[in-house]
């Protein structure tokens, strides 16, 4: 059985504006739950002007407080930049208000430089990306017997439960932290596509140790995935998809998600043509049953059972179709798990 979940970047579709695209979240994060979703995640983006999200702490309290029971969580959080006893202390706040619902995913993105600059402006020293990860086991674990600078330190407030701890990543190193410290680990298939990513998965398990967060291993791989009910109309919402990638790439990049029609009307360069076909690689693009088979196909190769879908298409009410179309087609409002 194959378990879906949902990660959304929170678009500006183009007409639209920031107030919009969030509350167009969580119209997706309630659609998501009321068709069978694992969990449902947003990004944590900066300086990008097309994306609405740049705090997922404060957003995933919303969606928590909007939904009933789907796992809410982030997607991550660019630990580097915050601290992370405040971090820990944002994440138990919210399984405080919503027990065994609040996951934590973590990535290490730099950012664009000027952002990092101003995230970090004033700090002197920075621990290193491991140790933060250390810490923030730490503090939500409660642990003040092993050795630490912090070592009698407890994050508050002080709860029987635990976020969900998943470690983000595209590579070796990320994969074998996560393995260490027993956290889940999520493979960004959609950035690094092929089958590398098949040995840093199996490697994951191959070192794992389990934890107070995990016993086993678990792992997410997380896909580009666009879904129509035709494949023409699933080739007219990648065209977008694929003029956004390029305006993110470029430094010429808009306030808003190119609509279908602008992505019609503009065409694309010999040199961007390019760019589009080394990008189609990173997304799934199909009709349900197609998406499905190629789905199922990802999942067998990394040995998983929970795929996380990004339904990062132009139009609100298309991203609900993506979802629906695929919930349809997985019959996950028949299971009872």
């Known amino acids: 059985m194959i378990y879906l979940s949902v990660l959304d970047y929170s678009p500006i579709d183009e007409g639209s504006n920031a107030h919009e695209a969030l509350w167009q979240t969580t119209e997706l994060a309630k659609c998501a739950e009321s068709l069978g979703y694992k969990r449902f995640w947003v990004s944590e983006h900066h300086f990008v002007d097309s994306v609405a999200n740049s705090s997922p702490e404060l957003l995933m309290m919303h969606l928590a407080s909007s939904t009933k029971e789907i796992r809410i969580g982030s997607g991550g959080v660019m630990l580097p930049h915050y601290s992370s006893y405040k971090v820990a202390e944002n994440f138990r706040m919210m399984e405080a208000l919503h027990p065994n619902r ?33 810490d923030l086991k730490k503090y939500f674990t409660d642990n003040t017997v092993d050795e630490h600078r912090f070592q009698s330190l407890i994050a508050t407030p002080r709860i029987p439960t635990k976020p969900e701890m998943w470690m ?68 007219d919402l990648a065209k977008a998809f694929d003029l956004w990638l390029l305006f993110v790439e470029s430094n010429n990049q808009p306030p ?43 999942a067998e190769a990394f040995e998983t059972d929970e795929i996380m879908i990004i339904p990062n298409v132009s139009g609100v009410e298309n991203r609900k179709k993506v979802i629906s179309l695929l919930a349809k087609e997985f019959k996950l409002h028949e299971r009872k798990d």
């Open 102 to 134: 609040i996951d934590i995913g973590i990535g290490r993105s730099p950012s664009y430089r000027i952002v990092n600059q101003a995230l970090n402006d004033g700090k002197s020293k920075k621990q290193s990306y491991d140790q933060q990860v250390v």
């Open 168 to 235: 983000l990543g595209t590579g070796e190193k990320g994969a074998e932290l996560a393995a260490n410290l027993g956290t889940g680990y999520v493979f960004a298939h959609f950035a690094k596509p092929g089958t590398k990513g098949m040995h840093t998965v199996k490697g994951y398990r191959s070192k794992f140790q389990p934890s107070a967060f995990l016993q086993r291993p678990k792992t997410i791989i997380s896909l580009f995935v666009i879904v129509e009910e035709t494949e023409d109309k699933a080739e």
């Open 256 to 298: 808003y998600y190119p609509s279908i029609q602008t992505a019609k009307s503009r065409g694309f360069s010999s040199v961007e043509e390019q760019k589009v076909r080394q990008n189609r690689k990173r997304m799934i693009v199909g009709t349900p049953k197609q998406v499905k088979e190629e789905i199922e196909k990802i």
